[in-house]
């Protein structure tokens, strides 16, 4: 069975930090590209970053080019999103998703940037 479940939100001021985790399980996880995407209160969902299998192109939307940093560890099943310098606008649900994998996208973790 799929699974993949997101952790790490939370509510953090402006100019803080945030780390996400999301731990995988139910298919051959370093043989997939993995991603995080969040979607903001009436907005669509949107693609934040990915990481290439087993661990090599990175890509970044332009709103967190230079802040965020996507990372995966293939030994834990686990991909990683180190988010810096947040702003109010980043706030969202983030979700993480196995490019490719029916059912592979988790419940989501809640991200509130707020003085």
């Known amino acids: 069975q799929v699974q993949v479940v997101e952790s790490g939100g939370g509510l953090v001021q402006p100019g803080g930090s945030l780390r996400l985790s999301c731990a995988a399980s139910?298919?051959?996880?370093?043989?997939?590209?993995m991603s995080w995407h969040r979607q903001a209160p009436g907005k669509e969902r949107e693609l934040v970053a990915r990481?290439?299998?087993?661990?090599?192109?990175?890509t970044y939307a332009d709103s967190v080019k230079g802040r965020f940093v996507i990372s995966r560890e293939n030994a834990k099943n686990t991909v990683y999103l180190q988010m810096n310098s947040l702003k109010p606008e980043d706030t969202a649900v983030y979700y993480c998703?196995?490019?490719?994998?029916?059912?592979?996208w988790g419940q989501g973790t809640q991200v509130t940037v707020s003085s």
């Open positions: 990481i290439g299998s087993p661990g090599g192109l990175v």
């Open positions: 998703h196995a490019d490719g994998v029916v059912g592979s």
């Open positions: 139910g298919f051959t996880f370093r043989l997939y590209a």
